[in-house]
Protein backbone atom coordinates (compact mmCIF):
# COMPACT_ATOMS: atom_id res chain seq x y z
CA UNK A 1 0.00 0.00 0.00
CA UNK A 2 1.24 3.12 -0.67
CA UNK A 3 -1.27 5.78 1.35
CA UNK A 4 1.39 8.91 0.23
CA UNK A 5 -0.03 8.84 -3.36
CA UNK A 6 -3.69 9.12 -2.87
CA UNK A 7 -5.36 11.99 -2.12
CA UNK A 8 -6.93 12.49 0.94
CA UNK A 9 -10.43 14.45 0.98
CA UNK A 10 -12.27 15.88 4.05
CA UNK A 11 -15.69 16.67 3.46
CA UNK A 12 -18.14 18.13 5.39
CA UNK A 13 -21.84 17.33 5.14
CA UNK A 14 -23.75 20.09 6.52
CA UNK A 15 -27.45 17.74 6.27
CA UNK A 16 -30.17 19.54 6.73
CA UNK A 17 -28.76 22.55 8.86
CA UNK A 18 -28.11 26.25 7.93
CA UNK A 19 -29.44 28.96 6.03
CA UNK A 20 -27.71 30.51 3.03
CA UNK A 21 -26.76 33.95 4.81
CA UNK A 22 -25.39 30.66 8.15
CA UNK A 23 -23.88 28.97 5.32
CA UNK A 24 -21.63 32.16 3.67
CA UNK A 25 -20.61 33.25 7.36
CA UNK A 26 -19.61 29.53 8.24
CA UNK A 27 -17.11 29.34 5.16
CA UNK A 28 -15.92 32.66 5.65
CA UNK A 29 -14.97 31.60 9.11
CA UNK A 30 -13.12 28.54 7.73
CA UNK A 31 -11.07 30.12 4.54
CA UNK A 32 -8.33 31.21 6.90
CA UNK A 33 -8.19 27.86 8.99
CA UNK A 34 -7.74 25.31 6.69
CA UNK A 35 -5.88 27.96 3.76
CA UNK A 36 -3.26 25.80 3.91
CA UNK A 37 -4.37 22.34 3.73
CA UNK A 38 -2.80 19.59 2.22
CA UNK A 39 -5.79 17.56 1.57
CA UNK A 40 -9.07 18.25 -0.94
CA UNK A 41 -11.45 20.25 1.34
CA UNK A 42 -15.11 20.32 0.36
CA UNK A 43 -18.13 21.24 1.79
CA UNK A 44 -21.09 19.29 1.07
CA UNK A 45 -24.20 21.94 1.54
CA UNK A 46 -28.46 21.52 1.24
CA UNK A 47 -29.21 22.88 -2.49
CA UNK A 48 -30.06 26.51 -1.27
CA UNK A 49 -27.00 27.02 0.29
CA UNK A 50 -25.34 26.23 -2.82
CA UNK A 51 -24.97 29.52 -4.34
CA UNK A 52 -24.12 31.69 -1.29
CA UNK A 53 -21.44 28.81 -0.44
CA UNK A 54 -19.99 29.01 -3.86
CA UNK A 55 -19.78 32.78 -3.73
CA UNK A 56 -18.13 32.76 -0.23
CA UNK A 57 -15.59 29.98 -1.33
CA UNK A 58 -14.62 31.63 -4.44
CA UNK A 59 -11.23 31.91 -4.87
CA UNK A 60 -10.35 29.70 -1.24
CA UNK A 61 -9.28 26.24 -1.69
CA UNK A 62 -13.04 24.81 -0.30
CA UNK A 63 -14.98 22.79 -2.92
CA UNK A 64 -18.61 22.56 -2.98
CA UNK A 65 -20.82 19.49 -3.07
CA UNK A 66 -24.24 18.77 -3.09
CA UNK A 67 -25.85 16.04 -0.84
CA UNK A 68 -27.56 14.21 -3.65
CA UNK A 69 -28.46 14.38 -6.96
CA UNK A 70 -31.01 12.57 -9.30
CA UNK A 71 -30.34 10.69 -12.48
CA UNK A 72 -32.44 11.73 -14.96
CA UNK A 73 -31.46 14.86 -16.85
CA UNK A 74 -34.30 16.73 -16.72
CA UNK A 75 -38.17 16.52 -16.75
CA UNK A 76 -41.47 15.74 -14.87
CA UNK A 77 -39.67 14.69 -11.30
CA UNK A 78 -41.10 16.80 -9.00
CA UNK A 79 -38.21 18.15 -5.81
CA UNK A 80 -35.66 17.15 -7.36
CA UNK A 81 -32.16 18.45 -9.14
CA UNK A 82 -30.07 16.91 -11.83
CA UNK A 83 -26.15 16.86 -12.25
CA UNK A 84 -26.41 19.58 -15.01
CA UNK A 85 -28.07 21.59 -12.74
CA UNK A 86 -25.15 21.20 -9.80
CA UNK A 87 -22.44 21.41 -12.73
CA UNK A 88 -24.07 25.37 -13.70
CA UNK A 89 -23.73 26.23 -10.22
CA UNK A 90 -20.45 25.79 -9.45
CA UNK A 91 -20.91 22.23 -7.94
CA UNK A 92 -18.00 20.01 -7.76
CA UNK A 93 -18.39 16.97 -5.85
CA UNK A 94 -21.88 15.32 -4.69
CA UNK A 95 -22.61 12.49 -1.84
CA UNK A 96 -24.44 9.63 -3.39
CA UNK A 97 -26.35 6.77 -1.34
CA UNK A 98 -25.58 8.41 2.22
CA UNK A 99 -27.41 5.92 4.93
CA UNK A 100 -29.87 8.20 5.85
CA UNK A 101 -31.22 8.84 2.56
CA UNK A 102 -31.06 4.90 2.38
CA UNK A 103 -33.01 4.35 5.64
CA UNK A 104 -35.46 7.78 5.18
CA UNK A 105 -35.76 8.29 1.70
CA UNK A 106 -35.94 4.54 0.03
CA UNK A 107 -32.67 4.82 -1.45
CA UNK A 108 -31.34 1.34 -2.78
CA UNK A 109 -28.21 0.37 -4.24
CA UNK A 110 -29.95 0.27 -7.54
CA UNK A 111 -30.43 4.02 -7.32
CA UNK A 112 -26.85 4.58 -6.12
CA UNK A 113 -25.54 3.13 -8.89
CA UNK A 114 -27.87 5.31 -10.89
CA UNK A 115 -27.04 8.55 -9.12
CA UNK A 116 -23.54 7.72 -9.49
CA UNK A 117 -23.28 6.94 -13.01
CA UNK A 118 -25.56 10.32 -13.83
CA UNK A 119 -22.92 12.46 -12.16
CA UNK A 120 -19.90 10.97 -12.92
CA UNK A 121 -21.58 10.91 -16.75
CA UNK A 122 -21.65 14.77 -16.09
CA UNK A 123 -18.59 15.58 -15.07
CA UNK A 124 -19.46 15.95 -11.41
CA UNK A 125 -16.65 14.49 -8.77
CA UNK A 126 -18.87 11.64 -6.59
CA UNK A 127 -19.00 10.49 -2.81
CA UNK A 128 -20.09 7.10 -2.51
CA UNK A 129 -21.21 6.36 0.79
CA UNK A 130 -21.08 2.21 2.15
CA UNK A 131 -22.08 0.89 5.31
CA UNK A 132 -23.18 -1.90 7.25
CA UNK A 133 -25.92 -1.52 10.25
CA UNK A 134 -24.97 -2.69 14.11
CA UNK A 135 -27.25 -5.77 13.04
CA UNK A 136 -24.99 -6.88 9.75
CA UNK A 137 -21.93 -6.79 11.95
CA UNK A 138 -23.22 -8.50 14.59
CA UNK A 139 -24.09 -11.02 12.46
CA UNK A 140 -20.77 -11.09 10.94
CA UNK A 141 -21.93 -9.81 7.42
CA UNK A 142 -19.89 -6.79 7.59
CA UNK A 143 -17.00 -7.82 4.37
CA UNK A 144 -20.06 -9.39 2.19
CA UNK A 145 -22.12 -6.25 2.38
CA UNK A 146 -19.38 -3.68 2.12
CA UNK A 147 -17.78 -5.06 -1.20
CA UNK A 148 -21.89 -5.65 -2.28
CA UNK A 149 -22.60 -2.40 -1.63
CA UNK A 150 -19.24 -0.88 -3.36
CA UNK A 151 -20.10 -3.08 -6.43
CA UNK A 152 -23.40 -2.50 -7.01
CA UNK A 153 -22.58 1.41 -6.58
CA UNK A 154 -19.98 1.23 -9.31
CA UNK A 155 -21.71 -1.30 -12.05
CA UNK A 156 -20.79 0.65 -15.29
CA UNK A 157 -18.54 3.16 -14.07
CA UNK A 158 -15.65 2.89 -16.18
CA UNK A 159 -11.83 2.55 -15.03
CA UNK A 160 -11.23 6.56 -16.32
CA UNK A 161 -14.70 7.58 -14.41
CA UNK A 162 -13.22 5.99 -11.29
CA UNK A 163 -10.89 8.68 -11.00
CA UNK A 164 -13.71 10.80 -10.28
CA UNK A 165 -14.93 8.39 -7.07
CA UNK A 166 -14.37 9.12 -3.71
CA UNK A 167 -16.30 5.97 -1.73
CA UNK A 168 -16.57 6.96 1.91
CA UNK A 169 -17.02 3.98 4.48
CA UNK A 170 -19.69 4.67 6.69
CA UNK A 171 -21.00 3.07 9.64
CA UNK A 172 -24.47 2.84 10.36
CA UNK A 173 -24.13 2.61 13.67
CA UNK A 174 -21.55 5.42 14.04
CA UNK A 175 -23.33 7.79 11.77
CA UNK A 176 -24.17 11.37 14.25
CA UNK A 177 -24.62 8.47 17.80
CA UNK A 178 -20.96 10.13 18.83
CA UNK A 179 -20.06 6.21 18.87
CA UNK A 180 -17.07 6.21 16.71
CA UNK A 181 -15.62 3.14 14.82
CA UNK A 182 -12.22 2.56 15.99
CA UNK A 183 -9.45 3.22 14.53
CA UNK A 184 -8.52 -0.57 13.71
CA UNK A 185 -12.22 -0.72 12.61
CA UNK A 186 -12.66 2.15 10.19
CA UNK A 187 -9.11 0.92 9.05
CA UNK A 188 -10.78 -3.13 8.34
CA UNK A 189 -13.76 -1.28 6.52
CA UNK A 190 -12.07 0.58 4.60
CA UNK A 191 -9.80 -2.06 3.40
CA UNK A 192 -13.02 -4.72 2.37
CA UNK A 193 -13.71 -1.24 0.10
CA UNK A 194 -10.52 -1.31 -1.16
CA UNK A 195 -10.66 -4.73 -2.18
CA UNK A 196 -13.98 -4.52 -3.51
CA UNK A 197 -12.39 -1.93 -6.24
CA UNK A 198 -9.31 -4.27 -7.08
CA UNK A 199 -11.53 -7.45 -7.08
CA UNK A 200 -13.87 -5.72 -9.49
CA UNK A 201 -10.66 -3.12 -11.42
CA UNK A 202 -7.24 -4.18 -10.50
CA UNK A 203 -4.59 -3.47 -7.56
CA UNK A 204 -3.56 -0.57 -9.72
CA UNK A 205 -6.78 1.06 -9.41
CA UNK A 206 -7.67 -0.08 -5.85
CA UNK A 207 -4.29 1.54 -4.85
CA UNK A 208 -5.62 4.68 -6.10
CA UNK A 209 -8.80 5.29 -4.91
CA UNK A 210 -9.65 7.66 -2.25
CA UNK A 211 -11.54 5.93 0.59
CA UNK A 212 -12.74 8.01 3.17
CA UNK A 213 -14.11 7.40 7.12
CA UNK A 214 -16.95 9.02 8.29
CA UNK A 215 -19.09 8.35 11.12
CA UNK A 216 -18.70 10.58 13.97
CA UNK A 217 -14.93 11.70 12.91
CA UNK A 218 -14.59 14.78 15.18
CA UNK A 219 -11.57 16.99 16.06
CA UNK A 220 -10.41 14.67 18.90
CA UNK A 221 -10.05 11.56 17.14
CA UNK A 222 -9.49 12.24 13.51
CA UNK A 223 -5.33 12.07 13.96
CA UNK A 224 -5.93 8.58 14.72
CA UNK A 225 -8.11 7.76 12.05
CA UNK A 226 -6.33 9.48 8.95
CA UNK A 227 -3.38 7.72 10.55
CA UNK A 228 -4.59 4.24 9.39
CA UNK A 229 -3.30 2.76 5.89
CA UNK A 230 -6.47 2.89 4.41
CA UNK A 231 -8.03 5.72 5.72
CA UNK A 232 -7.85 8.78 3.27
CA UNK A 233 -9.70 11.43 5.10
CA UNK A 234 -12.85 11.48 6.07
CA UNK A 235 -16.58 12.52 5.43
CA UNK A 236 -17.55 14.42 8.76
CA UNK A 237 -21.18 15.66 10.01
CA UNK A 238 -21.58 17.45 13.31
CA UNK A 239 -17.88 18.21 13.38
CA UNK A 240 -18.13 20.28 10.00
CA UNK A 241 -20.71 22.94 11.59
CA UNK A 242 -17.94 23.98 13.75
CA UNK A 243 -15.22 26.23 11.62
CA UNK A 244 -12.51 25.69 14.62
CA UNK A 245 -13.35 21.29 14.66
CA UNK A 246 -13.72 21.15 10.74
CA UNK A 247 -10.15 23.32 10.76
CA UNK A 248 -8.24 20.22 12.91
CA UNK A 249 -9.57 17.61 11.21
CA UNK A 250 -8.20 18.91 8.09
CA UNK A 251 -5.10 19.79 9.52
CA UNK A 252 -4.71 16.04 11.12
CA UNK A 253 -5.52 14.93 7.14
CA UNK A 254 -2.53 17.21 5.73
CA UNK A 255 0.09 15.42 7.38
P1 LIG B 1 -21.41 12.44 11.82
O1 LIG B 1 -22.00 12.22 10.36
O2 LIG B 1 -19.99 12.89 11.65
O3 LIG B 1 -22.28 13.50 12.44
O4 LIG B 1 -21.49 11.13 12.53
C1 LIG B 1 -21.21 11.65 9.35
C2 LIG B 1 -22.03 11.53 8.10
O5 LIG B 1 -23.24 11.33 8.20
O6 LIG B 1 -21.50 11.64 6.99
Known amino acids: MNKATRK??????????????????LIEEMKPLVKDADCE???????????????????????????NVHFKASGAY???????????????????????????????????????LAALNAGLKVIVCVGETL?????????????????MALTGVTKEQLKNVVIAYEPVWAIGTGVTATDDQADEGNGFVRAAVAEAYGAEAAEAIT????????????????DKINV???????????????AVIVKAASK
Open 78 to 116: TGEISAEMLLACGVEYVIIGHSERRTYFGETDQTVNLRT
Open 211 to 226: VQYGGSMNAKNADGLV
Open 41 to 67: VVLCVPYVDIAAAVEAAKGSNIKIGAE
Open 232 to 246: DGGLIGGASLKAADF
Open 8 to 25: AVIAGNWKMNKTPAEAAA
Open 135 to 151: EQRELGYTETLLKFQTK
